[in-house]
């Protein structure tokens, strides 16, 4: 079964960077896009990022763009998220998804196209 187990999660200061890793098992990983979401304390859970099954394409959130960027190294079936420039409304738990379409053209930011999720690491932008 999809497996995703998300880390790297922390308490950072206002300025400062993490960068968040989603090892990935269960599921034939260099096939399929993957996406980062979070979700703020009363919030709705928001797309942060998305990548391309190949790598070669990203997709971001406007909350983060320019400020975070998504990678993934299909050898290891880890996704990345750099996380820079990072303020307190990044504070929120972040989760790791699997798409549903194996070989999607285009990158989704619909948390309905995504069938698998992580539990989730907590980030934490002090002020």
């Known amino acids: 079964q999809v497996q995703l187990v998300e880390s790297g999660g922390g308490l950072v200061q206002a300025g400062g960077s993490l960068r968040l890793s989603c090892a990935a098992s269960g599921f034939t990983f260099n096939t399929y896009p993957m996406g980062w979401f979070r979700q703020a304390p009363g919030k709705e859970r928001e797309f942060v990022a998305g990548?391309?099954?190949?790598?070669?394409?990203?997709n971001y959130g406007e909350s983060v763009l320019g400020r975070f960027i998504i990678s993934r190294d299909n050898t290891k079936n880890t996704v990345y998220l750099q996380m820079d420039s990072l303020k307190p409304d990044d504070t929120a738990v972040y989760f790791c998804?699997?798409?549903?379409?194996?070989?999607?053209?285009?990158?989704?930011?619909?948390?309905?196209?995504?069938?698998?999720w992580g539990q989730g690491t907590r980030v934490t932008v002090s002020s």
């Open positions: 998804a699997k798409e549903k379409v194996a070989y999607r053209i285009g990158i989704t930011s619909s948390e309905h196209d995504y069938d698998g």
């Open positions: 990548i391309s099954w190949s790598g070669r394409n990203a």
